[in-house]
Structure formats: structure tokens, C-alpha cells
């Protein structure tokens, strides 16, 4: 490996050669757990020059498996080398591309193309008109009415205050304020029906489907008391016994 300069890329010989090295060294800072077993009797070594061998060190369960899924992904061996998670540029990229519009189906259909080329003369024509009723609807029925109450409730509290010279109580306003809510949900959904060509009597389902659901509470008995109790008697005054 090229340790002197950095910008210099390394052989691969070179990597297998600094990944054995970090490898004993990973090794050699794992603590081992061995059991400890009674050593057989040694027998007295042959004559002629001694041979040193070198005891090969047994790995655990935990580093044998580590070093199993590591070389299973193609990583290096060693513990030293990490993956570090992806940035969130990376992340943000594949995304977009997963969202990325799907390129249109090719079509030899004649048919198709007719009415492709001629739906794109009809369409601007056909959405004129429905821009404009949407449009005017807004700036005439609902702006003008919820500029002008905005307005009114913010000058008659300051009136009020500056003639008093105290505060004053705001809930008739807010009040006032709720049921112009209200009546614009009904003012839209009239406007909807008509624009979607819809029955009058739709209006009051289209409020209520924007409406939020409440949750209802049931505060029922116990289970256990639902169960039919047994029958209790009475004695008649002739002695008789009678079950409710």
C-alpha cells in the first residue's frame, strides 16, 4: 500500500495485504472466551533440532459469524471497515428517481393519434369556461363576503374598546364568525352541485363529507352484567314459590 502519498491508488495485492494485517490486529483486541479443559500429558519430543509451531488461535461463535456475513456482502474482512449510511443527497436522489414519471406507452393506434391531436384543440375551449364560473365565484361570493366580515368584526371590537376605554368580550364576534363559516360551507356546496351538474339535494352530503367526524363514545354496562341473572323467588303468602 502506498502510505507516502495518499493520491496514489493502491494494487489490490496491496489492500488483501493491509486487510490481513487489520484483521489479526481486530483479532488480537477481541477478548476470547475459552473453557478451560485439563491438558493431556506430554510426550517427550523426538531427538534431532526443535521445531516451533505456531499456535493457531480459535475463533469465536460471534467473530466466526461477523466474518461470515462480511465476506458474504463482498466487504473487507475486517471490523476496522465500516458502510456508513447513505447522505441525505443519496437518498434524496433515489427518491425523485422512484417518483419519476413513467415514459408514455408507445402506440402505432391510429384512432389514438386522431383524437390526440384533435382533444388538444378542444380541451382549451372546454376548461374557458369552466375557469372563468370557478373563478368569478370565488372573487364575487366568497372573497368580497370574507374580506368585509374580517373587516367589520376587527373595526366594531376597536370602536367598542376605544368608546368603553376597556376590553371588551369577543365571543358574539366569533359566534358571528362560525356561522358565516358555516353558511359558506353550504354556499360552496350549492356552487358544486350546479358545477358538477349534480341533484340540490347532494348540497347537504358534500357538507357533511368535509365535515370532521366526531367520535362518539357509548358508555356501556360491563359485559359480565349483560348475562341473564337467574330467577329469583317468591313465596305467596299460601306458601306457593313464584319466579319473576
Known amino acids: 500500500m502506498n502510505e507516502g502519498n495518499p493520491l496514489v491508488l493502491s494494487t489490490v495485492e496491496d489492500e488483501q495485504a493491509h486487510d490481513d494485517l487489520l484483521l489479526a490486529l481486530t483479532s488480537i483486541a477481541t477478548p476470547m472466551k475459552t473453557q478451560s479443559k485439563v491438558a493431556p500429558a506430554r510426550t517427550p519430543p523426538p531427538a534431532g533440532p526443535r521445531v516451533i509451531r505456531k499456535k ?7 467473530e466466526r459469524r461477523i466474518e461470515h456475513e462480511l465476506a458474504s456482502e463482498g466487504r473487507h474482512r475486517s471490523r476496522f471497515f465500516f458502510s456508513p449510511t447513505k447522505s441525505f443527497a443519496d437518498q434524496v436522489t433515489e427518491a425523485r428517481a422512484a417518483l419519476a414519471p413513467e415514459p408514455p406507452i408507445p402506440t402505432d393506434n391510429a384512432e389514438i393519434d386522431e383524437r390526440v391531436s384533435g382533444y388538444i384543440d378542444e380541451l382549451p375551449q372546454a376548461m ?3 375557469i372563468t364560473a370557478v373563478r368569478e365565484f370565488f372573487l364575487n361570493e366568497v372573497a368580497p363576503k370574507d374580506f368585509a366580515m374580517q373587516a367589520a368584526i376587527a ?8 368608546t368603553l376605554n376597556a376590553g371588551i368580550s369577543q365571543e358574539s364576534h366569533m359566534q358571528f364568525k362560525r356561522m358565516v363559516d358555516r353558511a359558506r360551507l353550504y354556499k360552496m356546496a350549492e356552487f ?5 351538474g349534480l341533484p340540490k339535494a347532494m348540497a347537504k352530503t358534500l357538507v357533511q363529507s368535509i365535515e370532521p367526524q366526531r367520535e362518539v363514545l357509548f358508555m356501556g354496562a360491563n359485559p359480565a352484567d349483560d348475562r ?8 305467596k303468602p299460601n306458601g306457593q314459590q313464584q319466579e319473576d
Open 56 to 62: 493457531k488461535r480459535v475463533q469465536t461463535p460471534q
Open 128 to 130: 374557458e369556461s369552466k
Open 155 to 162: 373595526q366594531s371590537i376597536e370602536i367598542l374598546q376605544k
Open 192 to 196: 358544486v352541485v350546479g358545477y358538477m
Open 228 to 235: 341473564r341473572r337467574p330467577a329469583q323467588k317468591q313465596v
